[in-house]
């Protein structure tokens, strides 16, 4: 090693002295097999590098998968790289979301909240990183704004609320979110009686983890630990929902796996549509949510595998519960169950979900706030669904359409993913149960149009409309 006075000096004023020492210790502490190996991996993957599975994507998407914030001339995304808010309020004149909008209009609310951070140390500036790195499309309204912990939703409260509100059509400040999972509430409507128009239901919301940052900030070893946290409470599932836990593929933070799920399981999971993948958008590698990418991140299956969980990916937890029936009370139970059983173990930890009176339970983009719910189903409606007044009419109904390949995808023979509208300000059991009436009446009218009877649904069409 050199021990040239003035070469030791320049190694310990650019850091290298220390990150050195630090692997040395940890290399000395493990005392692996291949020293020299486990070396080469302590440099090429997070935090200290990327890792291998991530130098064969785009530099641009490299850029956000490391340790630092999202800084990438290439996309012209290199609002506050250090995560320090400006004095000067950034120029938002061309931007269109949710969070431009409003700071346009009130300039006084940025200066007053530049100066803040929370107690975890967010800023302002990492809260609106997205919005300001990316303009929006003219016609697609984003939200422009990610929470970094749990208290950003208060400390720059003068800023979320607003857009809040603005985002859902109307929640203010002093609005309370009821919360409700209690299944005997559910329907026990028949939305298909004929078996015919139904293929799967699915329920599906996110889950904060209190104590942890959220996505956007959390840093590497709190990461680690919130992974462990998470798995320890999914690990301890029974019955029906037994499964196992599968980090991402090269992810080397889960000792029972150490590097991550097969390549094989990789593909049986994609192909089942129940795997995440790196950040391939500026939305969210802006936002932070590509950092240590694979480390920290995998999901969960039960034996069956009708119940999904998804750790570390834009929120802490994503659960999801579906079945190849029409059966929605029985796969909302499933969900309600495993919700509860990871929440004992975390309370148990001292830890619990994030979730309040006012915001519900608390998640990283506000557009999901409230309950963060969908509850939706494939179904056939080609008949239905071909009338000009189709979306016009689940609008009314407070339900949205999807094409089977996701959202602002289109239709394949007549098939959609229809589920609910609204995220906040009704209930868990609310909106399932919105969902269910809406079927049925879906099915009802499709299968008026079978036998030719267009003007009866005519008519009850408009009738919903103008109730």
């Known amino acids: 090693m050199d021990k040239d006075p003035a070469n030791v000096e320049y190694l310990r004023e650019k850091g290298v002295a220390d990150l050195v020492d630090v692997a040395i210790q940890e290399l000395v502490k493990e005392k692996p097999e291949n020293a020299m190996e486990w070396m080469r991996d302590y440099f090429d993957y997070p935090p200290h590098g990327i890792s291998k599975n991530v130098k064969k994507l785009d530099g641009w998407i490299q850029v956000g998968c490391g340790d630092k914030p999202y800084n990438c001339p290439e996309k012209n995304a290199t609002f506050a790289p250090d995560g320090t808010t400006p004095d000067d309020m950034p120029n938002l004149a061309e931007h269109n979301n ?17 100066g803040k951070t929370t107690p975890n140390g967010v800023t302002l500036a990492q809260c609106i990183k997205t919005g300001v790195d990316n303009p929006g499309h003219p016609h697609i309204k984003t939200v422009g704004l990610t929470a970094g ?32 999972l209690d ?69 080397h933070s889960y000792q029972a796996k150490p590097n991550g799920m097969s390549e094989e ?33 995998g999901v969960y299956h039960n034996d069956d595998k009708n119940l999904f969980v998804w750790v570390g990916e834009e929120d802490h937890l994503r659960i999801v519960s579906m079945q190849r029936d029409k059966n929605m009370k029985e796969t909302f139970g499933r969900f309600v169950r495993a919700c509860d059983k990871v929440q004992e173990v975390l309370k148990s930890e001292g830890s619990d979900f994030m979730h309040n009176d006012h915001l519900g339970w608390v998640l990283t983009c506000p557009s999901n706030l409230g309950t963060g719910l969908r509850a939706g189903m494939l179904i056939n409606l080609p ?13 009314v109904m407070r339900l949205q359409a999807r094409g089977t390949a996701g959202v602002d995808s289109a239709s394949t023979g007549g098939k959609w993913d229809v589920s609910n509208a609204d995220r906040i300000g009704k209930s868990e059991v609310e909106l399932v149960n919105m969902v269910i009436e809406g079927a049925a009446q879906l099915i009802k009218w499709e299968k008026l149009l079978e036998e030719g009877k267009k003007d009866e649904v005519d008519a009850e069409v408009a009738a919903k409309k103008s109730a």
């Open 383 to 395: 008949l239905f669904s071909a009338r000009e007044d189709f979306k016009d009419t689940l609008k």
């Open 183 to 251: 299944l005997s509430k559910v329907s026990d409507i028949d939305m298909d009686p004929d078996n015919k128009y139904i293929e799967t239901t699915r329920v599906r919301t996110g889950r904060s983890m209190r104590g942890f940052k959220l996505p956007p900030t959390i840093g590497f070893e709190e990461r680690r630990k919130l992974e462990a946290l998470a798995v320890k409470g999914l690990l301890n599932l029974s019955e029906d929902l037994k499964g196992d836990y599968f980090p991402l593929h090269g992810s």
């Open 98 to 114: 949710f969070m431009a909008e409003f700071l346009r209009d009130h300039k006084d609310v940025y200066e007053t909240l530049k």
């Open 265 to 297: 399981k990789e593909g049986e999971l994609r192909t089942m549509g129940n795997l995440f993948q790196e950040p391939d958008s500026t939305l969210l590698l802006a936002s932070g949510m590509g950092r240590h990418w694979p480390d920290g991140r």
């Open 149 to 180: 912990d749990e208290e950003s939703y208060t400390v720059f409260k003068e800023l979320f609320d607003p857009v809040i509100d603005a985002r859902h059509g109307g929640y203010g400040a002093d609005a309370k979110q009821p919360t409700d």
